[in-house]
Each structure stands twice: as C-alpha cells, then as structure tokens.
C-alpha cells in the first residue's frame, strides 16, 4: 500500500494485514510486525528513523532494529505520513493533521472552514503536501471538490487546489489520492487526470485519464502508477 526508500539498498514496503517488508539491496525480507491492521503509509528520516501509520490508528516507529508501537493517544484510523525532517513529522486521517515535534503526536489545527477526508501526504524535505476532498456532507460551493494544504514547518497553508478545470473534466467528487513535488514551484497530483503547479498556475497532463495510485520522480524524472498497472514516465 506504500513505498519509502533512503537508498537502492534500503527499501520498506507496507500493507495489508500488517506487512512490513525490507529491501537490503539483494533481498526482501519479511519484518516482525507490531500490527495486524493494515499499514497505510510509511516514512523515514534516516535508515534508523522510520515511521509507519495503521488503519487502526497506530504510529508504528523502526529504530533500525526492530518495528514497535508507539506510545501516544489515537487519534483515529491512518492514512498516510511524510515529513520535512525527524523533528518535523505529518500523519493524516479523516480530518486530522497530526504532528510529530520529535517528542510527541498532536493535533495541528483543523482545517479553517471545512472538514475534509486527507487520503495522502507527500512532498520533499522542506515542505509536506496533504490531499484529499471535502465531501457534500461538508458543503463546498458546488459540492464535494478536492482538497489540498501544505505544511511548511511552522503552519499549514489550505485550499490550494485547483478550483478550475477544463469543459471536458469534472472537479466534482474528485479526491487527491496521489502526489509528489520536488519543491512550492513543482508539484504532481492526480484528480481525473494527471496535474501539475508550476507556482503560479495549474496545467492538465496530456498524459491519459487512467487512474493514477502512485507518483514519484525528480524535477526531470516523473513516474506514475496507475490502477490497471500501467506505468507511465514523464517525458524529458
């Protein structure tokens, strides 16, 4: 369900039912899991500095040698975490924004005037970009539309999603499943289709409507995963 990596000699990938696998470079090994719920996302600030979050609202945390638990109020069930640095950790779920200040979990402030569902975080070493919608339920002018904030190391910044999109694409029950960014002026994420910020604007991919589950790349170098299992690579 999730993939992290510091080096092409330390992998982790997490999913259902507790799975925590490492890639040492050579082979992949099953991990001693803390948990049976499934593990939804996975981030790290160092080989010995790992953290994972669990549907059932677990922070599991690898210290380099073994996977435990760790000790901190729920705050309910986890979707995703990415952070800026070991002091500085993001983990989202429903509408919670949850921080790591190196010591502790909390909550950051909600979201001003909605109540968004965070399916994802993602971003780079100096900021952390959260997505996911804002159903009907919540009322957004026009009905349930994306939802997209970035945390910077001291606050959170909210609707910065697109608000406009061609005649032929709808916003409208679209969610922010995906994402990456290399920087505030270079960022992916998928709603019908594939989207980028170049910091001023939003533009639209010519890439295909598929449904795109996963994104990484460089500022040169994007890849993209889509359901069906294609794998696409933006063009240099």
Not at 20 to 43: C, F, I, M, N
Not at 100 to 124: C, D, K, M
Request: glycine share 12%.
């Amino acid at each position: 369900l999730a993939l992290w990596g510091s080096s092409e000699s330390n992998v982790w990938a997490v999913g259902a039912q507790g799975v925590l696998l490492h890639w040492d470079g050579t082979t992949w090994r099953d991990e001693p899991s803390p948990t049976s719920a499934d593990v939804k996302g996975v981030w790290g600030s160092a080989d010995r500095d790992v953290w994972a979050v669990d549907a059932d609202g677990r922070f599991l945390h690898f210290d380099g040698i073994k996977w435990s638990v760790w000790p901190t109020d729920s705050f309910g069930p986890l979707q995703s975490i990415w952070g800026r640095n070991a002091l500085d950790v993001v983990a989202v779920g429903g509408s919670n924004r949850i921080h790591f200040n190196g010591f502790q979990w909390s909550l950051l402030p909600p979201h001003p005037s909605e109540t968004p569902t965070y399916n994802v975080a993602f971003g780079n070493g100096s900021l952390v970009w959260i997505g996911g919608h804002v159903g009907w339920s919540a009322y957004k002018a026009g009905g349930a539309r994306p939802e997209l904030g970035r945390w910077n190391g001291i606050a959170m910044a909210d609707n910065l999603e697109p608000t406009m999109a061609p005649s032929n694409i709808s916003l409208t029950n679209s969610s922010i499943e995906a994402g990456w960014a290399s920087d505030e002026k270079d960022v992916w994420i998928f709603l019908s289709r594939l989207m980028h910020w170049n910091g001023t604007d939003w533009s639209y991919s010519a890439a295909g409507s598929a449904r795109v589950t996963a994104l990484w790349g460089t500022t040169r170098d994007v890849w993209a995963i889509a359901n069906g299992g294609q794998i696409m690579r933006k063009g240099r």
